[in-house]
């Protein structure tokens, strides 16, 4: 990749980083396109250089957030509980090895619950729903014995929310220590 290329991905990225911070601390209501252009250090006019409006941000960084939280839960050749171990820690370790990620779980909470994003972003996100998604997962691993009895839907929600919790938790200390994924496998395993 030659300097130019190099320079113009920078302030792409730079551009994509002013924006995150700035959603998750003002929320999208609330951002301006001059605020973005103020934190990523540029001209507004460079700004729209590299997204056409504040609605195209943002939906870049709903992309960038749901293809960042694609977790593969469907695997057949390990158990359920290790499927959802194996999860917690891909995420655990993203979260201590990257600032940014611990701000993108803050940036999809907050976007599951804004009636006035962009359109475009809340189809995005409705194709994103890891509670709904796990509770085959949950229900066959109990079948299996490996997790506890109780409501698979429950225990989805209290497992994957001590992850967002986790998440927001760090996002706003970075020097939080990080759990241990087993730690969290304790909410759904089966301790009989």
């Not at 469907?74 to 158990?79: D, F, I, L, P, Y």
């Amino acid at each position: 990749m030659n300097k130019r290329t190099q320079h113009k991905e920078q302030r792409r990225t730079d551009i994509l980083h002013a924006g995150l911070n700035l959603f998750i601390r003002k929320g999208y209501g609330s951002t301006k396109i001059a605020d973005i252009a103020k934190e990523a250090n540029m001209s507004m006019g460079l700004l729209f250089h590299y997204f056409a409006s504040k609605e195209k941000l943002y939906e870049e960084l709903i992309r960038l957030g749901c293809t960042g939280t694609e977790l593969e839960l469907n695997n057949t050749n390990g158990s359920p509980i290790q499927t959802l171990k194996t999860a917690a820690d891909q995420i655990l370790k993203n979260l201590k090895d990257n600032p940014t990620y611990a701000k993108m779980f803050v940036l999809m909470e907050h976007a599951q619950n804004n009636d006035i994003i962009p359109e475009a972003a809340k189809a995005m996100l409705s194709q994103v729903n890891i509670i709904q998604n796990s509770i085959p997962l949950i229900s066959e691993g109990q079948k299996q014995g490996e997790i506890r009895e109780g409501n698979p839907w429950a225990l989805s929600v209290a497992f994957w929310c001590s992850l967002q919790g986790i998440a927001e938790e760090i996002a706003l200390h970075p020097e939080t220590p990080c759990p241990e994924a087993d730690w969290l496998i304790d909410i759904l395993k089966n301790q009989s």
